[in-house]
Structures are given as C-alpha cells and as structure tokens.
C-alpha cells in the first residue's frame, strides 16, 4: 500500500539525515548529540509527522499557525512531542499559537513578543523563543539586524513569559555557500557574545537541507529539515 511505502520512506530519510549529521559532527569534531534535529512537517499530513514521531523524532517545526494548532492538537497524544513555530508571526495569531507551540523560533518584533509575554501569563505557559536574525541584512527577509540583537534580548528580558534561549537565522542566497559561510560565522559571534549575557542560552538555530554542513561547521545546535525527511511538497 502506498501508506506503508511511505512510511518506510520516511522511517528511510529520517536515519540517513540523522546519519548524515554524525557524520558532519565527527568532521568538525562535535558531539553528535551536541547537533539536534528538528523535523519541518510544513503541509505534511498527521501520518508522516506520526511515522517520524515512530522513529524516535520528537522536534518538530511548522510554518503556518492554524496548521500547527491542528497539528498540535489532533497529535496531543504523542507524549513529549515538541512543537516549533519557525513561520512569520501576524498579531491576530499570536494567540493559537502561543497555545500550541513550544518554542517559537522566528520572533523578530517587540510589539509580537509582548503579546506573547500577554497570552503565556493567560496561559500560565513559559514559552521558550529564538531571536531570528537578518543576517543578510535583505530588505525583504524578517529577522533582527545583527546590531540590534542586543537590545531585543534586553527587552525580552523583562517578560517573565518569554524565556530567550537563542538565535535563528536563514541565509538569502541558497547558491553562494562562501557567503552562507561568512554569515554563519557572524550568527556564532552573536550567539557566544549572548551566552556571555544570559547563562540559559543554549540553542543556535542554523542549517536547511542545502547548507547544513557549513551550519555544523560553524556551531549550530538545531537544524531544521523538511524536504530531505518528508520529500518535496506540493
Ligand atoms: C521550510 C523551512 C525549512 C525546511 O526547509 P527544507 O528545504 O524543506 O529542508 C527550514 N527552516 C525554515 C524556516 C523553513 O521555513
């Protein structure tokens, strides 16, 4: 049955990619278990989220908030799951998915984390978050500029529901590994002078499918992949 085959295709990838960050690990000589995994089940049905789930899988990364709302709940009975919202982040969704998410790895506005710090009060909820970061300084990308990160992670500081654990970061060119590079070792930087501040800073979100192994290379504690577990999506 096509159910099953897709199954074992997923169960599949999901052991090559795991193995394929060991790999990259051992080359840059890090821990392998100093590199986590983040599952990006983006407009991936419930099964294959379950099938990875199955494997052992247990972070997991969505982009759109009434998808993760869904999610989150129709697959509540899958203990210890971890839920990351890694999508731009609208006002009148700050609610859903301050209930459904975990962490929230793409915050990027003041005026959003404040609402957030609102609903996890309501909710009696900590919510763990990322600061994403411009790093390509793109007009068009959301994130932080490298130069203000400072200030977002005081201000964030003094929201008693929000609990800063790190950076994220999504390089604008796929293609210019070179570029991606240089921008990663910028992310590293930034992250290391963070810890110095704040001592529960322990997540540096760096790495897609195209471009983990410079990831790796340059210190990132979560990678986030989609296609190479899940295949391509429509
Ligand atoms: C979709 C997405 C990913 C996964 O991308 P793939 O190319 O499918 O591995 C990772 N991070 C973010 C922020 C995404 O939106």
């Given at each position: 049955?096509s ?5 074992t ?11 394929n960050?060991?790999l990259?690990a ?9 590199v986590q995994l ?18 052992g899988?247990r972070?997991f990364g969505e ?7 869904n999610?989150?709940?129709?697959l509540a ?7 990351h919202y ?9 609610k859903i998915i ?32 990322l ?8 007009e068009?990308k959301?994130?932080v500029?490298?130069?203000?990160v400072?200030d ?6 003094e ?11 999504i390089?604008d060119k ?7 590079k240089?921008?990663f070792?910028t992310?590293?930087?930034?992250y290391?002078?963070l ?9 540096l979100?760096l ?19 989609g ?8």
């Amino acid at each position: 049955m096509s159910e099953n085959k897709d199954i074992t295709n997923i169960a599949n990838r999901l052991a090559k990619t795991q193995n394929n960050i060991e790999l990259i690990a051992k080359k840059f000589n890090r821990a392998t278990n100093s590199v986590q995994l983040m599952a990006v089940s983006k407009t991936k049905p419930n099964e294959d989220v379950e099938a990875a789930y199955q494997q052992g899988q247990r972070i997991f990364g969505e982009n759109y908030a009434q998808e993760l709302a869904n999610k989150a709940s129709q697959l509540a009975h899958l203990k210890d799951i971890e839920w990351h919202y890694i999508g731009p982040i609208q006002s009148n969704k700050t609610k859903i998915i301050a209930q459904a998410a975990n962490w929230i790895d793409s915050l990027d506005r003041i005026k959003i984390a404040k609402r957030l710090n609102q609903h996890g009060e309501e909710l009696n909820k900590v919510i763990n978050v990322l600061i994403q970061v411009n790093i390509s300084n793109s007009e068009t990308k959301s994130g932080v500029a490298v130069e203000d990160v400072d200030d977002f992670a005081e201000a964030l500081s003094e929201l008693p529901y929000i609990q800063l654990r790190g950076l994220m970061a999504i390089p604008d060119k796929k293609d210019d590994i070179g570029q991606i590079k240089n921008e990663f070792l910028t992310m590293k930087t930034c992250y290391h002078a963070l810890q110095q501040q704040y001592k529960q800073i322990d997540t540096l979100s760096l790495g897609m499918s195209g471009d983990i192994e410079p990831a790796i290379e340059c210190g990132s504690t979560l990678v986030r992949i989609g296609t190479a577990i899940f295949g391509a999506r429509n």
